[in-house]
């Protein structure tokens, strides 16, 4: 009961289309990646309620979001070196929970907490 209210991070779960990002290596060839299509990365926070809200307002959108972009769940409970990485690597504020758009290697779209909203992203991307 807790699991469904609160998230978890079972791959299973996931939306169709989208991949878990598990290693440093999986980023790394996902930003690299970002020159085909653009790739979002979702990171989770498993313990988080807003977090568990804004992972439902991404499903919501998921299929439209997982046919013009490549998209990466990351559970950063699980995988905190590599949610750093990230910050790091694209010279972003780490936030929980946290959408970042890469395209062409660079960050065009980053959104937090109750601002996730997959519809907008589309939008964004598309106009």
Same mark, same amino acid.
């Given at each position: ?16 289309? !989208?991949?878990?990002?598990? *290693? #440093?290596? +999986? =980023? ?10 653009? #790739?979002?990365?979702?990171? $989770?926070?498993?313990?988080?309620? @807003?977090?568990?809200?804004? $992972?439902?307002?991404?499903? &919501? =959108?998921?299929? +439209?979001?997982? *046919? $013009? ?7 950063? &409970?699980?995988?905190?070196? /590599?949610?750093? !990485?990230?910050? +790091? +690597?694209?010279? /972003? *504020? ?7 758009? #890469?395209?062409?290697?660079?960050? @065009?779209? @980053?959104? *937090? ?7 907008? &992203?589309?939008?964004?991307?598309? =106009?």
């Amino acid at each position: 009961m807790f699991g469904n209210l609160f998230g978890d991070s079972k791959s299973s779960s996931l939306p169709e289309g !989208w991949a878990e990002l598990t *290693t #440093v290596e +999986q =980023a790394k060839a996902a930003i690299a990646s970002s020159s085909e299509k653009p #790739v979002l990365f979702f990171k $989770h926070s498993t313990r988080c309620p @807003i977090s568990t809200m804004a $992972h439902r307002r991404l499903e &919501i =959108a998921a299929e +439209q979001l997982s *046919t $013009h972009m490549n998209t990466q769940y990351l559970d950063l &409970i699980a995988y905190r070196e /590599v949610s750093d !990485w990230l910050a +790091q +690597q694209l010279n /972003v *504020t780490h936030q929980s929970p946290q959408v970042i758009l #890469v395209k062409n290697k660079e960050v @065009i779209h @980053i959104s *937090t907490h109750n601002e996730i909203n997959g519809s907008e &992203i589309l939008e964004e991307l598309i =106009a």
